[in-house]
């Protein structure tokens, strides 16, 4: 009788355990978390949720996706931004040359803007940027080329005045993007 207790409660733990295992599959075939490097904080989120399903770029959604050739990282680097720009809105580059105060962790420290970078929608509305020479580790930064979005490409950004995103290294592709992008704190 203990035999046939023991076989009946290790197929009752098996069954559990492969319908646990098949939730997790659904669940991780159309999710994944995502989280901000500290330090390398853009938004004021620290993890996201991304919906895998969901691969559509249109302006002011939240994508991940992995980068390609963005200097300074590696190929497969995930990256969280805002859609700014989509096919046909027009990247303008302003050349300056002005010192700016920002603070970081309370300390004021001098900047250098050598560009000023206009996004501008076919929606009428116009998203300017400062563009820094070097980042906070002092590294010269690239500088996008003026030029109209085409298709399949899109201009990632964060809000973040040191956010490093598409104003530097150039346009998104969308075959890169993971999914949607939802904060979750």
């Known amino acids: 009788m203990d035999r046939k207790l023991s076989k009946k409660k290790l197929l009752i733990v098996f069954i559990i355990a492969l319908k646990v295992c098949i939730i997790l599959e659904l669940i991780s075939s159309r999710y ?8 390398q904080e853009c938004f004021p989120y620290k993890f996201w949720l991304v919906y895998k399903k969901d691969k559509t770029v249109y302006r002011d959604k939240y994508v991940a ?3 390609n050739n963005i200097p300074y990282y590696i190929n497969g680097t995930r990256w969280t931004k805002l859609v700014a ?26 900047v250098q803007v050598w560009a000023i970078v206009k996004l501008i929608r076919n929606d009428g509305k116009t998203l300017t940027l400062e563009a820094y020479k070097t980042d906070t580790m002092q590294r010269r930064l690239p500088l996008i080329e003026e030029q109209v979005i085409p298709k399949g490409k ?23 993007v993971i999914g949607s992008a939802r904060p979750l704190f």
């Open 32 to 39: 994944t978390l995502s989280f901000t490097i500290p330090g």
């Open 85 to 110: 720009g989509i096919e046909g809105d027009v990247v303008r580059v302003e050349r300056v040359n002005y010192k700016k105060t920002i603070y970081k962790g309370g300390m004021p420290r001098e």
């Open 65 to 67: 996706f992995k980068g």
């Open 154 to 176: 899109f201009f990632a950004y964060s809000p973040h005045e040191r956010s490093y995103d598409s104003r530097y290294w150039g346009l998104a592709d969308v075959s890169w």
